[in-house]
C-alpha cells in the first residue's frame, strides 16, 4: 500500500537557520506528492506540491523536490523565520480515477523557530 | 478567501455516545473529506463523499460512523456510539474538482471519557 515517513520532531531551529524536513514515500507508480502546514490552532493548508518526477514545487520560500530514484520529497527553506513555526506534513495522492483520489499523510513533523 | 468551517472545535462526549461533528464545505466544492489525526499518529483517510454518496471509504469508516450532506451546505461526520479509541482531531476537507488542491477545515477536537 502507500505510506510517507517523515522525520520526527520536534525539529528547534535558530532564525535565519536552515531548514531540512526529510519524506520519503511507497507508492505504486507515480503519486502526486505534496507539503501541508498546520500554523498553532488552523487547519492544514497547502504549502506546495509537485506532480511529476524532477519537478520542484515551492512557496513561501520553501521548496521540495520530486525525486523519483530515492522516493523523496524533502522539504527545504533557506532561512527560517519564528513565523514558520508549525506543524509540516508531507502526503502523496496515487495516480487514481474516480471520486475517491485521497491523500496519504505522513506523521507530521513540528518546526520551532526561535529568535 | 473562503474557508471550511468546522464546529464545535472541541467535543468532550462520554463512551457510548452518539456525536456529530459539523463542517460547512467551501460552497462552490463538490468533493468532501474527513480524516483524523490521534494524538502522535499519522493523519488518516476515513471517507471521501462525491455527487451525494460515499465515493471511497477506509477499514477504520466501520458501521459506527455515518456521513450526510443534509442540505447541501452542511456535511456531518455521526459517530454512533462512541469508543476510547474514537478519541482524535477530526478534520474535514474539500475541494472543486478531482485534481484540485483540498482545503481543509480547522479540525474539531473529539475526547471521549
Known amino acids: 500500500g502507500n505510506s510517507v515517513t517523515q522525520m520526527e520532531g520536534p525539529v528547534t531551529l535558530s532564525e535565519e537557520a536552515f531548514l531540512t524536513i526529510n519524506c520519503t514515500y511507497t507508492?505504486?507508480?507515480?503519486?502526486?506528492l505534496f507539503w501541508y502546514v498546520q500554523y498553532p490552532g488552523e487547519g492544514l493548508q497547502l504549502l506546495l506540491k509537485?506532480?511529476?518526477?524532477?519537478d520542484k514545487g515551492s512557496n513561501k520560500g520553501f521548496e521540495a523536490t520530486y525525486r523519483k530514484e530515492t522516493t523523496s520529497f524533502h522539504l527545504e527553506k533557506g532561512s527560517v523565520q519564528v513565523s514558520d513555526s508549525a506543524v509540516y506534513f508531507c502526503?502523496?495522492?496515487?495516480?487514481?480515477?474516480?471520486?475517491?483520489?485521497?491523500?496519504?499523510f505522513g506523521t507530521g513533523t513540528q518546526l520551532k523557530v526561535e529568535l | 478567501e473562503p474557508e471550511v468551517t468546522q464546529t464545535p472545535s472541541h467535543q468532550v462526549t462520554q463512551m457510548g455516545q452518539e456525536v456529530i461533528l459539523r463542517c460547512v464545505p467551501i460552497?462552490?466544492?463538490?468533493?468532501f473529506y474527513w480524516y483524523r489525526q490521534i494524538l502522535g499518529q499519522k493523519v488518516e483517510f476515513l471517507v471521501s463523499?462525491?455527487?451525494?454518496?460515499?465515493?471511497?471509504k477506509s477499514e477504520i469508516f466501520d458501521d459506527q460512523f455515518s456521513v450526510e450532506r443534509p442540505d447541501g451546505s452542511n456535511f456531518t461526520l455521526k459517530i454512533r456510539s462512541t469508543k476510547l479509541e474514537d478519541s482524535a482531531m477530526y478534520f474535514c476537507?474539500?475541494?472543486?474538482?478531482?485534481?484540485?488542491?483540498?482545503?481543509f477545515g480547522n479540525g474539531t477536537r473529539l475526547t471521549v471519557t
Open positions: 476537507a474539500s475541494k472543486t474538482d478531482h485534481n484540485s488542491p483540498l482545503h
Open positions: 507508492a505504486t507508480g507515480y503519486p502526486s
Open positions: 509537485a506532480t511529476k518526477a524532477d
Open positions: 502526503a502523496l495522492r496515487p495516480i487514481l480515477t474516480g471520486g475517491g483520489n485521497k491523500l496519504t
Open positions: 460552497s462552490n466544492h463538490l468533493y
Open positions: 463523499f462525491y455527487n451525494n454518496e460515499i465515493s471511497e
